[in-house]
């Protein structure tokens, strides 16, 4: 497929589930040069009713059959990261450019064969890390380029929330809390934002170690991660994701402290503090209808050809590194 000569990107979904609905869906359709032709999910009825109600002409129960359809030339694939892997290569095999949601897959192996077969097969792959495209970590990442609080020193995020908290999407059945599909519970579904955006501000990794435990005794998964990181720039990281406080003390907070200040701001909120020798300035955003409508139109530009990747395989996989080494699923080189 000449990417280069494609005038528009005609989506197929596979997996329309919950996500979609709002979160990612409608984008395709209102990003400019791209259209949604084709959604899929197992279940044909509910694959029919999601085509119905976005307006979406056709639908299938069957992943072959809509990645191979000749009217769709991309594949956007949101179904638990079991099926990521899969799904993926199957695509590139087919020469369908892939858009893949996050946690890229299960684990770090398996993200390592999806980037191998984009690789063989010559087509384009890119992990929905969306919000490196959103104004407000574009401004961090802005205020951080302009030295605002001064040179940095370390990291201190606190991902601190109750049993059943409700900033995770509501599904019909709770595939999060089995490691087998979703990799490991909601530390796998949540922190995936936050360490890709960790490396997107502060580059590459020297080392990364974790502890990971199951307080809720009734558990499959870990509900306690703390993670550290030292970047190769000397600046390091510390991270604490709890899914199982009580509710007064849920706590969504990344503060990054510099020489001269600090700056701190929640992963699922919509304001920035800057605070500088005893001033304070706030940045205040609105939130945003389709949150992956940015993330959409930049990789609806690099399937044209007319940007770069977004957020590559191999940018992805240091994220899957890092969830390995907090969860000792595997053991990873990180340089």
């Known amino acids: 497929m000449r990417y280069e000569h494609m005038e528009e990107i005609r989506w197929g979904i596979i997996g329309c589930g919950d996500v979609t609905e709002v979160k990612s869906g409608p984008a395709f359709n209102i990003v400019p040069h791209s259209r949604l032709v084709a959604v899929m999910r197992r279940d044909g009825a509910k694959a029919a009713d999601y085509a119905k109600r976005h307006d979406v002409r ?19 694939i949101a179904t638990p990261p079991l099926q990521h892997e899969e799904y993926t290569i199957t695509a590139l095999t087919a020469g369908k450019p892939v858009y893949v949601e996050k946690p890229m897959t299960l684990n770090a192996s398996s993200a390592q064969r999806m980037i191998n077969a984009a690789t063989k097969y010559q087509t384009k792959l890119v992990v929905a890390h969306y919000r490196r495209a959103q104004p407000l970590f574009i401004k961090i990442k802005e205020l951080l380029a ?41 530390f796998h579904d949540l922190a995936p934002h936050q360490l890709d955006l960790m490396t997107y501000f502060f580059g590459a990794v020297n080392n990364a170690k974790g502890m990971a435990t199951r307080q809720q005794k009734d558990s499959a998964v870990d509900d306690l991660v703390t993670g550290q990181i030292l970047f190769e720039n000397g ?14 003390d849920q706590m969504d907070i990344c503060e990054i402290y510099g020489s001269n200040g600090k700056i701190s701001f ?27 409508q940015p993330m959409i139109e930049q990789v609806v530009n690099y399937f044209l050809g007319k940007a770069s990747n977004p957020c590559s395989g191999e ?4 994220s899957m590194k890092l969830l390995d080494e907090f969860t000792f699923k595997e053991s990873t080189t990180l340089i």
């Open 146 to 186: 302009q030295k605002a609080i001064g040179d940095i020193r370390f990291i201190q995020l606190k991902m601190l929330q109750p049993i059943n908290p409700v900033l995770v999407a509501q599904t019909e059945s709770n595939w999060r809390m089995d490691p087998s599909i979703s990799g490991g519970g909601l």
């Open 58 to 76: 056709k639908w299938y129960n069957d992943a072959s059959k809509l990645i191979n359809d000749p009217e769709v030339n991309a594949i956007y």
């Open 235 to 248: 600046i390091i990281f510390n991270g604490t994701w709890c899914f199982s406080v009580a509710s007064q």
């Open 315 to 318: 940018e992805a996989l240091i």
């Open 266 to 292: 929640p992963m699922f909120g919509h304001k920035i503090t800057v605070s500088v020798n005893g001033d304070q300035q706030d940045y205040v955003f609105n939130a945003l209808e389709h949150v992956q």
